[in-house]
């Protein structure tokens, strides 16, 4: 039977770095390149030592195959298996304490209606998703909502 490749998505910066995003513990890791290289193989050692050892030498490829195993077992990475259910660290009271903490400055969109139309602007109609101008002013019942709480929730 053969073995399962670990559920990751590997990438590497312009810079040349390795890096590994670990989907199942959702983290990016910055990696050896033997690591980068051998990921993909581990759980077979025969395979991972006929594959790099004109690269790396037979003890680095073993002892980083025991390295690999040992974090898959103790901290989950490098899971060949895919998530069943997602689970966000925050419920919603905590994301609403974040999102009203200090906050610093506030932007109102008066009117949809400018009057440059420029043509690489997201709104000159051109582009398919995005709304166009429009001749559409935000209420000033919305307008002293907003800065209410703006007010409410910053030190200003």
Do not use: Q, W
């Not at 053969?2 to 590994?20: E, M």
């Not at 077992?73 to 490098?78: I, N, S, V």
């Amino acid at each position: 039977m053969a073995a399962l490749t670990p559920f990751i998505k590997k990438f590497r910066s312009f810079t040349g770095r390795n890096y590994i995003y670990n989907v199942n513990t959702n983290s990016i890791l910055e990696v050896t390149k033997i690591l980068y290289d051998i990921i993909d193989n581990y759980k077979s050692i025969l395979s991972a030592k006929s594959k790099y050892s004109k690269y790396y030498s037979i003890f680095e490829i073993e002892n980083l195959v025991k390295e690999i195993a040992e974090v898959s077992r103790e901290k989950g990475l490098f899971s060949p298996h895919k998530p069943r259910r997602m689970v966000v660290p925050f419920n919603g009271k905590r994301e609403l304490e974040i999102l009203l903490k200090d906050i610093k400055h506030m932007t109102l969109l008066l009117s949809e209606n400018c009057n440059m139309r420029c043509e690489y602007c997201i709104h000159s109609g051109l582009y398919f998703y995005e709304r166009p101008h429009r001749n559409v002013f935000m209420s000033l019942e919305t307008a002293m909502k907003a800065v209410n709480f703006f007010m409410m929730s910053s030190d200003i």
